[in-house]
Every structure is written in C-alpha cells, then in structure tokens.
C-alpha cells in the first residue's frame, strides 16, 4: 500500500509569514494526525480528525494555527503568521481505528 | 504534554551486543507502543503491547510491560548498524478517542 505523503519536504520562511503544510493519508484510514516534532524531543499532537471531523484540538495554538481535512481524506495544517519558535517538523500520521499509527516523512520548517 | 519519559536520552553500543531502552508513564493506559525513527524520516511502529500483557516479542525486539511500575523495557537483540535511529515510547490512554502520547526519545547509535 501506499505510505503516507506529505509536502513540502522543506520550507524555509522569515517570521509573521504564513505557510500551508498537505498531507495526503493511507487510503482508507479515517483518523489523521498532525505532530510538531521540536529537534530532539518526540511528537506533540496538535490535531486529530476522525473522517472529516475534529476530534482533539486541544493542544493546537488556535491563534496561529488552522488545519482542516477536506472530503475526510487530504488534509492541510496552516501557521499565519509564523513565529520563530514554530520551527519543528511537522508530521501527519493515519490510522485504522485502534490500529498503529503510519508517518509520513514530514515537513522541516525553518522560521527566520 | 509527554506522558512517556524514556531513559537513557543517548545509548551507543558495538555491533552485536544487545540495547536496552527503557520507559515511564504517569497515567492508566489501554496500551504501549514502540516507535523507531530514522533521521530525516517519519516514525515506524514496531511492537505493540496490551496492558493485560506483560511480554512480547517480534523478531530481535522483546518488550515488557509492568503496570504497577508504570513502565516497559524494549530489548534490541543482537543489534547491527542499521538499528542506528531514535526510539519513542508511546501510550494509548484508552477512551473515545485513539490518541497517541509520545516520550522524548532514545537515540540509539550502534557502531560497526
């Protein structure tokens, strides 16, 4: 099966600019997951969706951060405007119901 | 928030001697995963184990589980350069909603 797409893979931008993240998930997995990973610690959640619905959001900074999941399948996670302490990989994950979850590769943004 | 802390931070090993990675957690889980992550890449699900289980094995991974302790040890047998990577801990809290909280990591170098 296809894995997990996520683009770009890299994205350089200066502060208070905006930038939009995609991810296309495993073909029949109805949970999709948006993780900041900061440089040496592990995944953060920041969204969870059940098909096209939201079902965690708690720890996304609403302020700055949008993310939405289309037709429940693609989705994109959207920072404006951007802070420096925002720079991390972003990663997208989906899942089967109560399955492991399957990564992408991630997103490495640099914020300026 | 993390729930897992995984200890050591930094293991390096020669080839063929055997890795031990350890993990606590705070709260009741449903149950605890094991993620491996190359650099540059996105986590892979290696093991998974129920806490009504206590041990599992796949392959050259063994990992136990002791709810009491609030802990689980993941055993890397016979290791080759290629387990080089970070592993992450990660705890499904049970719930409406399958949520994964993931520890800060264990970089794991294995020289040849």
């Known amino acids: 099966e296809a894995g997990v797409a996520q683009s770009p893979r890299y994205k350089i931008i200066e502060k208070r600019q905006s930038v939009a993240f995609w991810c296309n998930p495993i073909s029949g997995h109805a949970t999709l997951y948006w993780y900041q990973q900061i440089l040496g610690q592990g995944p953060k959640l920041l969204i969870q969706f059940q098909n096209n619905g939201v079902v965690d959001d708690s720890q996304l900074p609403k302020d700055r951060f949008s993310a939405e999941r289309l037709k429940g399948v693609d989705s994109t996670l959207k920072i404006q405007p951007a802070k420096l302490e925002d720079s991390a990989v972003y990663l997208c994950a989906s899942s089967s119901t109560g399955s492991p979850l399957h990564f992408g590769n991630g997103t490495r943004l640099t914020v300026t | ?112």
């Open chain 2, 1 to 112: 928030s993390q729930q897992g802390e995984e200890d050591p931070q930094a293991l390096s090993i020669q080839e063929g001697e055997n890795a031990t990675m350890n993990c606590s957690y705070k709260t009741s889980i449903n149950n605890l995963q094991w993620y491996r992550q190359n650099s540059g890449r996105g986590l892979v699900h290696l093991i998974l184990i129920r806490s009504n289980e206590r041990e599992k094995h796949s392959g050259r991974l063994r990992v136990t589980l002791d709810t009491s302790k609030k802990s689980s040890s993941l055993l890397i047998t016979a290791s080759r350069a290629a387990d080089t990577a970070s592993y992450f801990c990660a705890t499904d809290a049970g719930g409406s909603n399958y949520k994964l909280t993931f520890g800060k990591g264990t970089l794991l170098t294995v020289n040849p």
